[in-house]
């Protein structure tokens, strides 16, 4: 029954007719690196930040942990045009990067709390059991904590994508219509009169996620399967 | 150094925020935000925005809650269905309400009720509060429930004693994010809302783009006034649930 | 009031878990349940304790029919493995919580009798284990219940903890006239505080008796059996055995003899029979005897 009332929707998503819009299609490329290099400063940045949440004791982390938090509970796109003042000093706006800083503001905190959950949910004696298994840090990321934390990874790249599509009015403010994303030929269509290419633009929006998704599944599993060959090889040899 | 360092976070995000605030701050003379208070239109679109936040954050809390209540006790993936809107950008389903619900008495977009505006909400974040609370809802401990049974405690005193307590927070949390959310977002609301109210972030914005620059201050006092707020706002419900979380976290059995 | 069952079954889905189950425990005694873990013996627990319904058979308190009787109107509470305090109330606020009302300045009693006097307003997080175990203890028996399930309520606790709360528990339950079913997979809790041991394996009971005497015929309790309790040296040639089940005997040393620098006593109890026990503890009052084998 649930299921049905958040299937059923999406059903008219799909087109009588194929359709190519040009213009939405100019903006994949910015829209795709813009989501890559996004997610890959999610990631590093929420991998480490989430650990010490999760690991760390004292008054001092869970300070930063309320700080970290807050653009969850204000509204970041007010705080943007304080922000877009200062980006026009700095000279990031209408650049790719000050797009990216802002963009950080609304993805970032919730990649925190998916990491510090993993993190939570490993524990400890685990973390350090994995420490004393392997000390080389590279190592012990590629091995042990990296497949481990498999599903945080795909939930965080999912939620950044998702939010960072959404994002109109923050990039049109930001970027001032030079960084093209997807929303800003999204947002117009929908207003205007054609259902076909609202239609096409909502399709985009909706791909692109389950695209990213499914892209980085395989990537994931190639990896933990690598980790595997690699680990009976070793294990073989030993034997021998 | 295997535990992990928080402060490049902190700093940026911290610094962003304070900044962004720091700036509007410096924009604006107490004369901006007296004149604030006397707009009427400013004040009828607060209103009309705290209507459609609240209605939106109950009903999904209500309903995320109950889901993940049902869900935790069940294995399988029939719950991943409901992951799907979590795929889809708000930006998309504000295009499937306008796609659906056009057409419709009562519901439809630009209508006065803003019910097209509630209900895109829900579409997502009903699925929001779902996977914020599953795991919360399978880490409970079904002994307490069943110990306060043996007891003798009454079915409500029971409930409070095994299960709210512990979801209290996680439940307040989620519902705060989406407060926060559905009160200052732009792109549903300009989408799906009506020209007179508009909502408070539509409000904002345009007031800050559009038109002559003379109204930008009133945009920076508005985004002073709700950030500090929902600051105090946040302060409050941090310093009073915080003793309780704390001695909750401490105290409950793994 | 006397705990009757009889017949028991309890399926889950296909799996048998319990098969025929009889078991009695007479009112105001303590009968232990010993086997390994996944014998069952949780399952029968939770039966008696009404948080599972049998899938045949009969449970019976008294005269009453309680089979089908739920959990809150049966008069049973139970100690888990784990304290499973309420961790947002203070100690006090959990030991009010299931008393009645009007026997409610009581609260100070209960935590002197557990040994937490002027711990009321301390929150769970600042006991430690054992205390913890001990105010849960409070709060069981606080609410008044006839029955006392304990389901292996030692098994987080060190040794010496461990002891102190056995007696604890042997010693409230008896003044409180509370009859009392321990489950435990440790021979040695079983023998140190149950006036009768059952034996359960797969589901099934597999053997009964008085713990000195289960310890000679079962093999499932080896060749040796702690009584745990408190010795007195009365005189050089004399010590009172005291277990923990309220037995109280006066042996005589017949025999002191060392093997491998333990020391080991023989002793003769009063009906003539003689038993060869090993003190564990000999420096405090205290003393852990351990039943080595039976003589003659």
């Given amino acids: 029954m649930i299921g049905l009332l958040v299937l059923v929707p999406l059903l008219g998503l799909i087109p009588s007719t194929w359709t190519w819009n040009p213009r939405l299609f100019e903006t994949l490329t910015t829209t795709v690196s813009m989501i890559a290099v996004l997610t890959l400063l999610n990631h590093l940045i929420g991998y480490v930040t989430g650990k010490a949440i999760a690991f760390r004791a004292g008054r001092l982390i869970r300070y930063m942990e309320l700080l970290i938090s807050l653009p969850l509970f204000l509204p970041v796109l007010l705080l943007s045009f304080g922000l877009y003042l200062t980006w026009i000093r700095l000279g990031l706006a209408d650049q790719f990067i000050g797009v990216l800083l802002v963009l950080l503001l609304p993805t970032l905190p919730y990649t925190i709390r998916m990491y510090t959950n993993a993190f939570q949910a490993l524990g400890e004696q685990m973390m350090e059991q994995m420490v004393l298994i392997e000390p080389s840090r590279l190592k012990r990321f590629l091995f042990l904590t990296g497949p481990m934390m498999r599903s945080a990874i795909q939930s965080v790249t999912l939620l950044v994508t998702v939010i960072a599509l959404s994002q109109y009015a923050l990039v049109t403010l930001i970027g001032g219509g030079v960084v093209q994303m997807i929303a800003l030929e999204a947002f117009p269509l929908y207003s205007g009169n054609s259902l076909v290419a609202a239609k096409e633009a909502t399709i985009w929006l909706l791909v692109l996620p389950f695209l990213i998704y499914f892209v980085q599944l395989i990537l994931l599993e190639g990896w933990v399967q690598v980790v595997r060959r690699l680990l009976d090889g070793r294990y073989d040899s030993a034997r021998q | ?172 949390e989620a519902a705060f994010i989406v407060f926060a959310f559905t009160l200052f977002a732009y792109e549903v609301p300009a989408l799906l809302g009506v020209t007179y109210p508009k909502l408070i972030g539509v409000y904002t914005f345009d007031l800050y783009t559009q038109g002559d620059l003379s109204r930008q201050p009133e945009a920076f006092a508005i985004s002073v006034l709700l950030t500090g707020i929902l600051f105090l706002l946040l302060v409050i419900f941090t310093r009073t649930i915080r003793p309780l979380t704390e001695r909750i976290s401490k105290g409950r059995v793994e | 009031m006397d705990v009757t069952i009889q017949h028991v079954n309890k399926r889950f889905g296909q799996k048998q878990v319990l098969q025929a189950i009889d078991l009695h425990i007479p009112s105001g005694q303590c009968v232990a ?132 709360l056995r007696t604890l528990i042997r010693r409230l339950t008896v003044a409180e006239g509370v009859t009392t079913l321990l489950v435990t997979h440790d021979r040695e809790e079983a023998m140190a505080m149950a006036d009768y041991v059952y034996v359960m394996e797969q589901g099934k009971i597999i053997d009964q008796g008085h713990p000195i005497e289960l310890a000679q015929k079962s093999p499932f309790f080896g060749d040796g059996v702690y009584l745990d309790g408190e010795w007195y040296p009365l005189s050089d040639v004399k010590l009172v055995l005291r277990p923990t089940n309220g037995l109280q005997e006066r042996v005589t040393i017949t025999k002191e003899l060392t093997q491998y620098g333990v020391r080991f006593y023989e002793v003769e109890r009063q009906t003539g029979e003689r038993l060869v026990v090993q003190t564990t503890e000999t420096f405090s009052e205290k003393v852990t005897a351990y039943l080595v084998r039976k003589e003659g």
Avoid: C
């Fill in chain 3, 33 to 164: 349940l010993v086997g390994p873990s996944g014998s069952g013996k949780t399952t029968l627990l939770r039966l008696i304790a009404g948080l599972e319904k049998v899938s045949g058979g009969i449970i019976r308190f008294g005269e009453t029919d309680m089979t089908h009787v739920a959990p809150n109107q049966r008069g049973v509470t139970m100690l888990f493995q784990r304290p499973l305090l309420f961790p947002h109330l203070t100690v006090g606020q959990n030991i009010r919580i299931g008393m009645a009302t009007g026997r409610q300045q009581d609260v100070h009693e209960w935590l002197t009798k557990v040994g937490l006097t002027g711990r009321v307003d301390a929150y769970v997080h600042e006991l430690s284990g054992g205390e913890q175990q001990r105010a849960s203890l409070a709060r069981a028996l606080a609410s008044g219940p006839n029955f006392l399930l304990l389901d292996e309520p030692f098994s987080s606790l060190d040794l010496p903890r461990r002891r102190e």
């Fill in chain 2, 1 to 172: 150094m295997w535990r992990g360092n928080a402060w490049p976070a902190t700093l940026l995000i911290t610094g962003m925020v304070g900044y962004g605030l720091f700036v509007s701050l410096s924009m604006t003379t107490w004369e901006d935000y007296s004149r604030l208070f006397r707009d009427p239109v400013f004040l009828e679109s607060i209103g009309i925005s705290l209507y459609v936040a609240v209605s939106s954050t109950v009903l999904s809390v209500l309903i995320g809650a109950w889901l993940a209540g049902f869900f935790a006790k069940q294995t399988g993936w029939t719950a991943q269905v409901l992951a799907i809107p979590l795929f889809l950008p708000h930006l998309g389903a504000a295009y499937l309400a306008i796609l659906y619900l056009s057409d419709l008495p009562v519901i439809s977009p630009h209508e006065v009720n803003q019910f097209s505006i509630i209900l895109t909400y829900l579409y997502k974040e009903i699925p929001f509060i779902f996977f914020y609370l599953l795991p919360v809802y399978r880490r409970l401990d079904h002994r307490y429930e069943e110990l306060g049974l043996m007891l003798g405690l009454s079915r409500l005193k029971r409930f409070w004693h095994g299960k709210g307590v512990f979801l209290l927070f996680p439940v307040l």
